[in-house]
């Protein structure tokens, strides 16, 4: 270790420590000068972050094991790894990379002068999480706390207000939910003219040659040949795999609202803003659990500048739109189905292939799953074309496609990109306030009453942070999503 970094690791010690779980604050007093060391460097680095107000919100910081960090899928495999050791030390290799990617976005959104170069203070984060990691799995004790504690909280806020309105509430809102899904199943039955004026402009993934069917299954069995079972193909793989799944965007153009693209910081902006000369599409792999398998999952999120009002008075309007487009695959490379949000994790819609039957919903007004419109099993080469209104940006229908459909060509960006932005002369910021949400892109919250709580409505959100029902709890990355409410066919 340095001596730049031993000073500031003292005087961070010297400070005195707050009230800290164990086991973390076992190793801040530890008699081992490296590992006393080690924890100092976390709580530094904690300290500088929620300082600078730059803590990335994607994953869960376990309580007690800052070095490790929670996604709602690892949170779901806590069960297999308390019965066997491997499947523990692996969950524990992923919540450890968890944490080393968030603070690598973390350490680059500080403020200039606050840390050393970036390698070194990567470097020395995995070897301090290797070493706390260790040391903790090896007590009997501080496993069960990891496994107790790597719950993902919800993204709903407790109502403790109006309970006395809380019945007519749950009533009034589940009959608007039903009208506004028989609007969008009208929608999606008719054949809507273009409107006057109106371009309809067709926006098709980089030219490459889809992965055949087999080589997909040959990638997904190989890279899941791991303890947890989980489906990780390498970055070039990846890569690969984003590219030959890719949707097209069919697009009614009236105005710069409807054109999507990088999102970029400008100078003193509270907001980021919608760069439309380059056409990008944020993307990257998610997984899913069925019935004790994990799949994998391919996602895609276009921004929009903004959702103009459609009436006056719309509270629905606001800067920044965008979908979030998702497709999660069988073992044998074939879609399974499709959903869609927009990132405020509004209007949660399911596209189900032949593949996909959907289960029976249970009573009550939970929300179960709603699927305006159903796709036949998709074939090799091909993929899915997402008609998208103006203004609204609602998907109005889908259709498929193969080949060259478009000369006009969008670039994928990993997701990851969002987290760290340059701005101007004035360092990198995240897209993403602390709070998982893109500030200055909240809606008045127009749904008071919910049963379960409130989330902040129609503002933009990170992933992992996607609340999607109105009425009950439901994520969209929930590890358990798909396999309440379909049966898939997986051969």
């Known amino acids: 270790m340095s001596l730049r970094w031993l000073a500031v690791v003292a005087a961070v010690q010297a400070a005195g420590c707050a009230t800290l779980e164990a086991p973390f604050r076992a190793h801040l007093s530890s008699e081992a000068p490296l590992v006393r060391e ?17 803590r990335d919100a994607q994953e869960f910081s ?13 949170a779901a495999l806590r069960p297999m790894a308390a019965a066997n050791d491997d499947a523990l030390q692996a969950l524990a290799d992923r919540m450890l990379a968890l944490d080393l990617e968030a603070r690598r976005y973390e350490i680059m959104n500080l403020p200039a002068g606050q840390v050393v170069e970036l390698r070194e203070a990567l470097e020395r984060t995995r070897e301090c999480g290797q070493l706390l990691r260790e040391i903790d799995l090896a007590k009997p004790e501080a496993r069960q706390a990891l496994l107790q504690r790597a719950e993902v909280p919800d993204d709903y806020r407790q109502l403790h207000r109006f309970l006395g309105l809380y019945a007519l509430a749950r009533i009034a809102f589940a009959e608007g939910v039903k009208r506004h899904e028989g609007q969008v199943i009208d929608a999606f039955q008719r054949v809507a003219a273009v409107p006057a004026g109106t371009r309809v402009i067709r926006h098709a993934p980089p030219p490459v040659q889809p992965l055949p069917r087999a080589r997909v299954a040959a990638m997904l069995e190989r890279s899941a040949g791991n303890p947890l079972g989980i ?44 760069d439309g000369a380059q056409l990008v599409v944020y993307a990257h792999p998610a997984w899913t659990r069925y019935r004790d ?22 509270i629905l309007a606001g800067k920044l739109d965008g979908i979030t487009w998702r497709v999660t695959l069988a073992p044998d490379g074939g879609p399974l189905i499709y959903d869609a949000i927009h990132p405020c994790g509004c209007f949660h819609l399911f596209f ?10 249970p009573g009550g007004l939970e929300e179960w799953m709603f699927a305006p419109q159903s796709l036949p099993r998709i074939a090799e080469g091909e993929r899915p074309v997402l008609r998208i209104a103006s203004g609204t940006h609602y998907i109005e229908r889908v259709t498929l ?39 200055g892109t909240e809606r008045p919250e127009r749904f008071t009453f919910w049963p379960m709580g409130i989330v902040s409505a129609g503002a933009m959100r990170q992933w992992g942070r996607q609340a999607t029902a109105f009425i009950g709890r439901r994520h969209f990355d929930d590890a358990d999503l798909f396999e309440k409410r379909f049966r898939f066919e997986l051969k």
């Open 352 to 361: 189900p292939t032949a593949r996909a039957q959907a289960q029976p919903a």
């Open 62 to 74: 376990i309580p007690g094991f800052p070095y490790l960090r929670a996604s709602r899928l690892l």
């Open 401 to 439: 496609a193969r080949g060259a459909d478009s000369l006009v060509r969008y670039g994928l960006r990993p997701y990851g990109d969002l987290r760290s932005m340059q701005r101007p002369g004035a360092g990198r910021a995240s897209a993403f306030g602390a709070d998982g949400l893109v500030s």
């Open 293 to 314: 398998r994990v799949l994998l999952q391919l996602v895609y999120t276009i921004w929009f500048s903004e959702r103009p009002p459609q009436s006056e008075g719309d």
């Open 231 to 274: 489906p990780e193909p390498g970055e070039s793989e990846l890569a690969e795999l984003l590219a030959s799944y890719a949707p097209s965007f069919e697009i009614e153009v009236t105005g710069d609202y409807d054109r999507f693209g990088a999102l970029r910081w400008l100078r003193e902006a509270d907001t980021p803003a919608v």
């Open 38 to 54: 080690c924890a100092g460097w976390f709580r530094m680095l904690d300290e500088s972050v929620e300082a600078a107000g730059v």
